[in-house]
Each structure stands twice: as structure tokens, then as C-alpha cells.
């Protein structure tokens, strides 16, 4: 397999006045395309905080996360936004959903921002739609959809553009289990498919069920790496 993302030595602090917080303390990690990698750890592991420099949103104090060769600490705030838009897509616990806006409309706003042409972003948003099995629903807004349309409306908005990594933080959390089950269908169909993930999770049954491999954070390292259920 080939190396979609090269996490090497990744350092994060947080100064609290007199008070230095190591989030992260010189994490390596590689994650090849067409896999799925879950983190686990108790709540201030720097799971998340992982999950966040990986997908731009934040900067880390020392080390590197190359994704695709491109180097995210080489960029400036303008590339960095540009790598958002193209290269990452995110799928978050609680949706994220713009209420207003269908559920087509809510698939489209990557592509607006990418600068797409309408006709476009409408055939690409439906397409998405249709590969987590919402074709049905694209003109239904988030209030009359269920809690795992709505996160299925969120996968499909993290995959429009293609990216090369999709990060999905605790994408079952709000789910009860039939629902997140589903929501996990969804996610290893489109690795089949060839797409890369990176998720966090609390339950060791998600990881189980749909990562290639689990990665343990505890206190800002990774203790340990074991194979996951599609290894």
C-alpha cells in the first residue's frame, strides 16, 4: 500500500499561564490509502487533537503530518484553507448540518467553496447522496430527517470532493447501535471503494467492527497498535 498520511513525531502544547500541557508527546503514525484507522483513548488522550492537525484545523508545536507529500507545516493559512477544501473531508459526532438547506444543499457546500458551477455541484452532491442510499431524500431538510440520515447526509458531504482522507470524529456517538451500525456500513462500503479514514471512538466494538487497525492513545501517546476486523 501506499502512504496517504505520515504523522512523524507530532508534538502539541497548550500554555495555561505558568502551566506547559503536553496534548501530544512525538506521535508517529502512517496511514496507507484504502485504510481505515481508528483511535481509541479516555477523554484528553489528544486523540482529537490528532484528528485536528490532520484535517488543518489546528497547527502543531513540532513535527510533521505530510499527507499526499504535501507538508501541512510548510503551508500558509490560505494553502492550508485550500487543503481543507480539497484534500480532507470531516464527519462529526453531532452532524453539522445547516438547517436551512436540504440535505442536497448541505452536500453542496464544499463545492461552493471549491468554486464549482451549479449544475455541477448539484449532479456531484446527488451522486454522494445516492451512495449512502439517500437518493430519495435530497430535497428533505436535517428536522425531517432521522439521526442516521442526518449522519449519513454528513458522510456523504465529507466524500463530495474526493478527498484524499475522510476524519471522522466519533461518527456514532449520537447513534444508538442498530442506527451507528448502519452508519459503519456505510463507511466500509466506501472503503471498498478505495477511500482512506480516520476515525476516533470511545467504543472498542466501532473499531472492532470497521478498522484495519487500532491505535491506543493514553496521555498524549500511542501505547500500542493491534489489527482491527478488516485487517
Given at each position: ?12 502544547q ?13 506521535v ?14 479516555p477523554s ?5 487533537t ?8 489546528d ?10 507529500g504535501?507538508d ?9 484553507a485550500?487543503y ?37 455541484r ?9 451512495s ?30 474526493g ?24 463507511i ?44
Open positions: 500500500m501506499t502512504t496517504a498520511v505520515d504523522v512523524r513525531n507530532l508534538q502539541k497548550y500554555t495555561m499561564g505558568s502551566t506547559v500541557l503536553d496534548v501530544l508527546r512525538g508517529d503514525l502512517t496511514i496507507n490509502h484504502g485504510e481505515i484507522v481508528c483511535v481509541m483513548g484528553g488522550s489528544g486523540k482529537s490528532l484528528l485536528n492537525i490532520v484535517g488543518g484545523l497547527r502543531p508545536t513540532g513535527g510533521a503530518v505530510i499527507v499526499e504535501d501541512l507545516a510548510t503551508m500558509d493559512d490560505e494553502r492550508l485550500d481543507r477544501r480539497h484534500q480532507v473531508g470531516f464527519v462529526f459526532q453531532s452532524f453539522n448540518l445547516i438547517p436551512t438547506l436540504s440535505a442536497r444543499g448541505n452536500v453542496e457546500l464544499p463545492l461552493v467553496f471549491a468554486g464549482l458551477a451549479r449544475s455541477d448539484a449532479s456531484q452532491a446527488t451522486a454522494a447522496l445516492e449512502v442510499g439517500l437518493g430519495h431524500r435530497l430535497e428533505h431538510k436535517p428536522t425531517e430527517l432521522s439521526g442516521g440520515e442526518q449522519q449519513r447526509v454528513a458522510v456523504a458531504r465529507a466524500v463530495v470532493n478527498p484524499a482522507i475522510i476524519l471522522a470524529d466519533e461518527p456514532t456517538g449520537n447513534l444508538d447501535t442498530t442506527t451507528g451500525n448502519e452508519i459503519l456500513d456505510v466500509k462500503a466506501m472503503n471498498a471503494e478505495g477511500r482512506t479514514f480516520l476515525i476516533t471512538t470511545h467504543d472498542r466494538a466501532v473499531a472492532e467492527a470497521v478498522a484495519h487497525r487500532i491505535v491506543h492513545f493514553i496521555d498524549g501517546s500511542i501505547v500500542e497498535i493491534e489489527q482491527g476486523g478488516l485487517a
